[in-house]
Structures are given as C-alpha cells and as structure tokens.
C-alpha cells in the first residue's frame, strides 16, 4: 500500500500520474449516495460503520479515484459533548446548546474517544475490507478552530462575531477549550489509524477568516498539538480555504501536504508554502458546472502550475457542491490522469 | 483639499499622521443614523439627496474620520435596469428578476446615467456643500463582476454558481453585460466627480470567489475599461475581499490604492501589490468587538507592518458590522492618529 501514487505524492515521491480524489466525493451529488440517503438520515448514515463504508467505496468505485475518505462528519467529535447536533434536511449543522460564555463549557460532557467515537473505527475497517487494497483510506478531523466556530456560533457563520469575540474577551477559557478539542482530535485520528487509515487530513475549513497575527496566538498552538505525532503514523494533510495569507504558519502547525483553495495560483501557493512540502488542490468546485471540455483545459492549467514536481495531489479547493453533474466530476478524474501520465 | 491627508496618501506622499476612514461607517450600528432609518427606508434614503447627504457628514462629525463617503449602495446602479431591486429589513437586498440566460438581458432597460442616477450627484453636490472642506469626500460605484453576481444570483451568494455557470457556458453574453456595466460605471463614477466628488472607490467586494485564470479572462478587461480615464480626475481605490491570490491581476485593472483585507499581513500583501501602489486596510472588521485596549493593540501591530511608509490609508478589512459599538470604532480612530503621527 505504501507505493500507491498518492501515498508516494503524500511522500513527495515521483508518481507515474499526478493522483486525484475530491473533497466530498461521497456526497448528494452522486445518485447511489441519495438512494442510501433514502434510507438513513445523515447521522444515521454516519453513525452505522457498514453503511458508511459502503458509500466510501462506492464513490471511489464510481469515480475512479486514487484514494478513498471514510465517509464521516467533522463534527461527529462534538456530539459526544452533549451539545444538540443535528443536521436538517437541506440545511447545515445546528448545534441545539451552543457555547457562548466561559461557564457554559462546565456542561460539556466529558467522554472517552474509543468508546463514543468507536464506530468511526469500525467503518474505517469495514471501509478498507471493502477496498481490498485497491487504493489509500483517509481519516480525517476537523480542527481546534474550525470546530470551535461551531460549537461557540452553534452552526455555520459569515462573519464568526461569537468565536472571535470569545477568543477576545475570554483567552484563557478560549485556550483551555482549544487544547481540550486538540486532545480529542488527537486521539480521534490515533484512533483511525489504528483502524487501519493510511492518511489523515486536519479539516480547518473556516480558518481562513482570520488574521495572521489571530492565528498564531489563538490557533496555531491548538493545530499543532492536534498533530502531535499523527506524521510518524500517517501522512497528514493540512486543509483550510482562504488561506493564502496563512500559509507559513498553517505549515508551522504541521502537515505534510498542505491543502490550497482556487483563489490564487498553485505555483504562487506552492512556492509560498516551501517546496519541501506536498500541496493538495486547487481547482475551483464550481468550474465543474463548465463543459467536459473547459473541465479539461483547468485540470491542464493546474497540471501545469505544478509542473511535474513531485508532490501534488489534485483535488478541488473545498467540497463537490450537491448541484455539480456526476458525468463532469469522472470528466475531470480522466482528463487529470490522462494529461499527467508521465 | 489636495493637500489633506487622505489625498496625499491615496498618492504616495508624506502625512503627518496616517488617515482612516472607515467602509460602512455611516450605518445601522450609530444611533444618529438608526434614528435617520425610522423615518425613511433605505432604498427611500439612498434616494433622498439631502438626507444621505445628511448621514454622510454626521459619520464623519461623531468619528473624526479623515474622509467621507457619500452615502449610497453599489447596487443603485441596477436599479434603472428594471430588475426589481429592493432590501427587506436585517435581510441583504433582492432582485425579483435575475438575469440567469443570456436572452434575459433583452428585458435590461436602457438608461442614461445623468437621468436615472443624478440623484447620487445632488447628495455628493450637498455632502460636500455640508462638509464645508473639512475633509474630502469618496465617491463610488461597484465593479462589473460584483455587480454581475447580484444581477445573475438576484441577491447575495455562498458559492456562486449561477454567476460562473453564466460566465462559463454563455462567454460572449457575459462579455457583453459586463462591457455595459462596465460603461454605466465610468459613466457613473464621471458624474461623481463632476459633482465634486474628491477620490473614489471601485468595490469589488466578491470577487475574491474567482481563480486568478478566470478574473484574468473574464474579469479585468471590464474592471479596467469601468476605470478607464478615472484616476486622472480623481485618485481611484481598487477594492475587493479575499483577493491575496489577485493583487497582481487587480493593480492591473486599475487603481492608485489597492484594498486590502485582513487575512494577510499588510506588509505581505504591499510588497506583493508592489510599493508604487498606495494601499488601505487592514483590520478586521470583527476586531471592533474586542476592548478598546485590545483594539489600539492591533491597530498598532497594523501601523507598524506599514512601517510609515508613505500611502497607507487606515480601513478596516471590510464594512463595519451592524452590531458594532460605537465607542470603539471612535477608539480606532483615535488610536490611529495618535499612534501614527510623525
């Protein structure tokens, strides 16, 4: 397993074609995914290990894909917290208790990653006999940020006034539940790993809407000790969007692929990273609502930017959007692995 | 007036203190214009020359700010189009008619600028008259793309698709809309300056969603024509959020000042504008949640990264937020010019 191109990539080691997944890949778009959908809410479907394999093989088996991520949530790792998620149709995460006040995480449950977040295990094994070796199964986890944002605004956010505010007016408590959250995420992807997960990423989505200076005292700390020792298990890949302008610390917090959105360049990225890290991306999802053809001419602009280094794992800048045709999506799978044989 | 700081900055010259104004800052977190806004809507405000002439100055007067900004909205410029626009109250604005093929551009109005938006150059003509040449006065219109999206989307977006979608698959449509609104700017942004209009703004606000590839090829010749001739009447601001990955692209386009938001460092991104462009920026606009102390803090970490070089106008990153209190956005400004004078 550890010669699969996109191990190699991970490694920086040369690939005989560029490797591809996308972010998402077992999702709404895709018409075997809603007919399981059908079936089981979406925490169900999370939450049953069999299932959830199922349609992270079934995307890989569809899409032609050179790696596999377990089928799962971010936000999985706050439940056991007692904090009221739930997922409305259509709609994203509402978190019933969110937590607005330093006294407020006196009633967040104290829980056991093994015993609360064992079926995610569960599915990491069942998703790798299913795979049979075919290709690379990520885990993954959201970060300290990221998951802090939706535990402290209770769902998604535009301009995240709760978290930065309580980052701002309650350090202290803001650090102590950072460095709770990195110790549960680190134990969460110990826990994949052992499962049998050849690769992680750190989901920090939402990271992007910081300030530098915001990041290194606040975060940087708390994504760092989430990674603690997680490389020399597995390769990690580091993940954010909008953060072009963090790149050097996101890299300081760990990772050895570090993940770049569309809205700059993948040469201007990768240079700015340091060439002695991998980097994932950078297409934008929503240029899969173009042509096969244009499809084809971005995935080549991109092949291009990285210039046969080795290193580069092509994935979209965030997400596959519900919306997007499945028929463009394997379009794109194709045209990278056809215009970067080597 | 070409001697006041903000002009002198917005070309490169030597102040004695670094000038700020702030977007937004005639808006619904100050109670005098809350007061403004019970006796009129905001489409009726944005109509009233002497009323938004009268919030105009009063931000400036309770702020200490060191440039105005007429008070209005970038989307009036669509408004003479017949699309429908309106602002429901705490929701942004709609359009009852997007535009989501290209025969839907058949049912655009045509108009003249002097006719259907010489209300915008009777407020500027009474701001000005108001302000007494105590500081200069912005005027501003919004950029081809940003303007697009509203037309396209029919109001705000999060991903953009129908805005791509457009763009990707009906080319020459695209070109053609953003090549009148293109038009209708320059037009726009003529009339602001012959009203006595002393610097103005081109808000680009969304166009940081778009890959450097797709702002080159379907974006800045529109920016650039929109501007054509405008710096030579008046300094010309480029503004936009989330455009680290663009600054080469946009300076390009046009612009003496080029915005800067606040997920980069400001001295990072000036180098990378290139130092013969003046820049504004670069607090977060959630950083005025913070405490005084905490906000003179960071204003200072700003002024530093600026290192006094000539050209840096003081802005937040983006508007201010509605929930804003008041008294710390006087504190930034006058922890800006104390901390700054030469």
Redesign the interface.
């Known amino acids: 397993m550890t010669e699969h191109p996109f191990l190699r990539a991970c490694r920086r080691q040369p690939t005989p074609f560029t490797p591809i997944w996308l972010m998402r890949q077992a999702g709404r778009y895709m018409a075997e995914y809603r007919e399981v959908r059908a079936r089981y809410s979406f925490l169900e479907l999370c939450h049953d290990p069999q299932a959830a394999a199922e349609v992270t093989v079934t995307a890989v088996e569809k899409l032609g894909v050179d790696a596999a991520i377990i089928f799962a949530d971010i936000l999985l790792l706050l439940e056991p917290l007692g904090v009221g998620l739930s997922f409305a149709a259509g709609d994203g995460p509402t978190l019933a208790r969110p937590l607005r006040t330093p006294a407020d995480r006196d009633r967040l449950q104290r829980y056991d990653v093994a015993d609360a977040l064992g079926y995610v295990g569960d599915a990491v094994r069942a998703a790798r006999a299913g795979l049979a070796g075919r290709v690379p199964l990520i885990g993954f986890a959201g970060a300290p940020f990221t998951l802090a944002s939706y535990l402290i605004e209770g769902g998604g956010s535009r301009?995240?006034?709760h978290t930065?505010?309580f980052m701002?007016?309650h350090p202290a408590a803001w650090h102590a539940l950072l460095d709770r959250l990195a110790q549960l995420i680190n134990a969460y992807l110990r826990l994949q790993v052992t499962a049998g997960a050849d690769a992680l990423q750190l989901f920090d989505s939402w990271v992007?809407?910081?300030?530098?200076?915001?990041y290194r005292e606040y975060v940087l700390p708390h994504s760092r000790r989430a990674l603690a020792g997680i490389s020399a298990l597995a390769p990690v890949i580091h993940f954010g969007t909008?953060t072009?302008?963090?790149f050097p610390l996101l890299r300081e917090a760990g990772g050895d692929v570090i993940g770049v959105d569309?809205?700059?360049?993948l040469d201007?990225?990768w240079a700015y990273i340091g060439h002695d890290r991998a980097v994932q991306g950078n297409l934008?999802?929503?240029?899969l609502?173009?042509?096969p053809a244009?499809i084809r001419r971005?995935a080549a602009?991109i092949l291009q930017r990285a210039a046969g280094r080795p290193g580069h794992i092509f994935n979209l800048g965030h997400g596959i959007?519900p919306?997007t045709p499945v028929d463009h999506v394997r379009a794109l799978v194709d045209a990278v692995h056809e215009l970067s044989a080597r």
Chains 1, 2 share one sequence.
Do not use: E, M
């Open positions: 301009n995240y006034i930065k505010s701002y007016h992007g809407c910081l300030a530098p200076d915001d909008g072009g302008g963090l569309w809205r700059l360049d201007t990225a934008d999802p929503v240029a609502f173009a042509s244009d971005r602009a959007l919306q």
